[in-house]
């Protein structure tokens, strides 16, 4: 599966919301929100893919259930 950033999104990670998809979600995949991308991500050559993912969850699934933020 292809993005329009060229970017695979793995078959897996986009069946089901996870508390972390949840997370960006909620934050509107806004990484300067984002703890796990400044824990991991500040200083790395890598870019968190989560945006991508939370993009094909929406596409593939709906948003996630309001009950499920909690």
Do not use: H, Q
């Not at 094909?56 to 909690?70: D, H, I, K, Q, T």
């Amino acid at each position: 599966m292809k993005y329009r950033y060229n970017v695979a999104c793995s078959e897996t990670i986009s069946k089901n919301w996870t508390p972390t998809a949840i997370e960006c979600y909620k934050i509107g995949c806004a990484c300067s929100k984002c703890n796990l991308n400044k824990l991991y991500f500040s200083d790395s050559i890598f870019k968190c893919k989560m945006k991508e993912t939370v993009i094909e969850l929406v596409r593939r699934l709906g948003a996630p259930e309001e009950n499920s933020y909690e």
